[in-house]
Nanobody, 124 residues
């Protein structure tokens, strides 16, 4: 069974740091691109960042560049998103997803498998 488990969300104040993790199982981890998305109720889903588990190729949305860092641990089959200098506009439900191509994650903003979201709330 394919599972993506996102965790690490919480309530923080603006300017603080939070680290999200996405633990994957049931897939050949190094064949997949893992992406992080976020969504505010009533708004379109937004791609945040992605990483290729083998080559380490990364993508960051403009809103994430310079503040967020994505990393992959192939031993633990876990992708993490370190979010620094958080802003209230970062408040959203964050989801991780897996796909076989970066194009699907980055441009189609979709994945083959999705984890349940973890809520990040940034207060001002």
């Amino acid at each position: 069974e394919v599972q993506l488990q996102a965790f690490g969300g919480g309530l923080v104040q603006a300017g603080e740091f939070l680290r999200l993790s996405c633990a994957a199982s049931g897939i050949t981890f190094d064949e997949y691109v893992i992406g992080w998305f976020r969504q505010v109720p009533g708004k379109e889903r937004e791609g945040v960042s992605s990483i290729g588990s083998v080559d380490g190729s990364t993508y960051y949305a403009d809103s994430a560049k310079g503040r967020f860092t994505i990393s992959s641990d192939n031993v633990k089959t876990t992708v993490s998103l370190s979010m620094d200098s958080l802003r209230p506009e970062d408040t959203a439900i964050y989801y991780c997803a897996a796909a076989l191509s970066a194009h699907q994650i980055v441009h189609q903003r979709n994945g083959d498998y999705w984890g349940r979201g973890t809520l990040v709330t940034v207060s001002s």
